[in-house]
């Protein structure tokens, strides 16, 4: 098989959430942060023919990048990536030393926030974050407004960022590790809960992120 374009954008994501992953047969991956406060499912245009363990993902990638079309071969405990006559035998880790995503669903109880986070408004705030080394993103309701904000919720800074991503009749101050943010860039369907917990649902990609304790919502 060869990794396609979707499929490698999508395992390099998963590699800035978590360095391990079990890659099971079929088309759907999932990972999951260290700290369990990211849960990341996709589904892909492609199909891996059987289950493997990789301990370092980013390094993988790299090893793939060696190559200019790379074909890769499952093997029982490698896998041989290889290009005419070049090869790589890459082994795989053994699964017990692998941190694995949960295969069960996972459902958001009761979300009071709903909007659409088009990928222009998540790229402003990300840059924003990046430039100004703020440490939280904020998804904040207030005046009849959404708004989508790079912040210190800690008050280190008064410095903040705003995009205005939809509309709202409640109060509310949703707070994220801004660490915790990564996503594929793209549009996605946001819903929050007051209970702790969020869902970015994209195209083929989406994400479940911890929210954290300093968050409140006034109705």
């Avoid at 222009?120 to 993103?137: E, G, T, W, Y």
């Avoid at 407004?145 to 800690?154: G, H, N």
């Amino acid at each position: 098989m060869k990794l396609n374009t979707n499929t490698t954008q999508i395992l390099k994501n998963f590699s800035s959430i978590n360095q391990n992953i079990m890659i099971k047969q079929g088309n759907q991956v999932r990972t999951i942060s260290p700290t369990k406060s990211v849960l990341a499912r996709a589904f892909l245009n492609q199909e891996f023919d059987s289950t493997f363990a990789i301990y370092d993902l980013s390094r993988f990638l790299g090893t793939v990048s060696l190559f200019n079309e790379p074909e890769l071969t499952l093997k029982e405990s490698y896998v041989e990536i290889s290009e005419g006559g070049n090869k790589f035998k890459y082994a795989f880790s053994d699964p017990s030393l692998i941190m694995v995503a949960p295969d069960k669903e996972i459902e958001l109880p009761n979300p009071e926030v709903r909007f659409t986070l088009t990928e222009d408004a998540l790229n402003r705030v990300m840059k924003a974050l990046s430039v100004s080394q703020l440490p939280d993103i904020a998804v904040t309701g207030i005046e009849g407004r959404i708004l989508l904000q790079a912040v210190d919720t800690k008050g280190a800074t008064n410095d903040s960022f705003s995009v205005e991503v939809g509309e709202t009749d409640a109060n509310f101050r949703m707070v994220f590790r801004s660490d915790n943010i990564k996503l594929i860039p793209g549009k996605y369907d946001v819903s929050i809960s007051s209970k702790g917990l969020s869902h970015f649902k994209g195209e083929t990609v989406e994400y479940w992120i911890a929210v954290e304790s300093n968050s409140k919502y006034d109705g």
